[in-house]
């Protein structure tokens, strides 16, 4: 009897706070579709074939769709999908979520905790119980401290700020990368990024995983006192990896 009261509250719950935000392209107007409103609107923004093998393909006359705490996207690994023309937002809560985006323009977040942008993406997969991984995007920006434990970025350059919860893994491919107050530990990180900043930030990981390139500039960093000057406004960065022991 207790399990079902609290099905039943959850369910009061998502319904009162769930939504989906849209806009038709050429209107700044948005419309809203709720749990209850959802099976006489979702064809107004998703292509209805693709949405019976959990395909969430937005048509391509929506410029602007928010996922807002919808359980639709809940633990089901569903996909969605949209045009390069098409602003995607999704809200997170502290639910889980298993969810894959192919889209340009794409901001994953929750209000209280984190927020992720990515312009000009492939492709990127997020879940709660796993990693975030972001495929080719010309600009990925994390800030706060993400609910995840992996972050893969690949072929992308990289910005992370203001976190300072530790992370397992950290695997980055793109010619730069950058920390802004961050204050955490790194378990296994690599990068392969020619430019590195590092403002207002103590980061220490003790990976040994390390490109040739990534070596010779943790080095410069440590050798060259001036460097890190420069790349601190306040001067207070320790050191971004403790080197490995010869």
């Known amino acids: ?42 064809g107004k923004v998703f292509d209805l074939e693709k949405l ?34 098409t602003e995607v937002k999704i809200t997170v809560d502290s ?3 298993n969810f894959k985006v192919k889209a340009s323009d794409v901001c994953i977040k929750d209000d209280d905790k984190f927020s992720v942008q990515v ?19 010309s600009k990925t920006s994390i800030d706060g401290n993400i609910d995840v434990q992996r972050i893969e970025i690949l072929y992308s350059p990289l910005e992370i700020n203001n976190m300072n919860k530790n992370i397992d893994y950290l695997f980055h491919i793109g010619n730069k990368i950058s920390f802004d107050n961050v204050h955490c530990k790194i378990k296994d990180f ?3 990024a020619r430019s590195i900043d590092i403002k207002n930030s103590s980061i220490e990981s003790y990976s040994e995983v390390f490109t040739d390139e990534y070596n010779r500039q943790i080095v410069a960093l440590e050798d060259e006192k001036d460097v890190i000057i420069n790349n601190s406004q306040n001067n207070i960065v320790k050191t971004l990896v403790k080197k490995k022991e010869n």
């Not at 996207?73 to 569903?78: L, M, N, Q, R, V």
């Not at 312009?119 to 995007?137: F, G, H, N, P, Q």
């Open 190 to 192: 690599s990068t392969d």
């Open 119 to 137: 312009r000009e993406s492939k492709e990127i997969t997020y879940s709660t119980d796993e990693s975030l991984v972001v495929y080719y995007a």
């Open 95 to 97: 639910g889980k979520y």
């Open 1 to 42: 009897m207790g399990e079902l009261k609290e099905t039943l509250t959850a369910i009061k719950e998502y319904i009162k706070i769930a939504r989906i935000y849209y806009k038709v392209s050429g209107s700044d107007k948005i419309h809203i579709i709720t749990p209850l409103t959802y099976g006489f609107l979702k």
């Open 52 to 85: 019976a093998y959990n395909k969430y393909k937005v048509n391509d006359n929506i410029s602007y769709i928010h996922f807002y705490k919808s359980a639709d996207i809940d633990g089901s690994a569903e996909c969605i999908e949209a045009c390069p023309n």
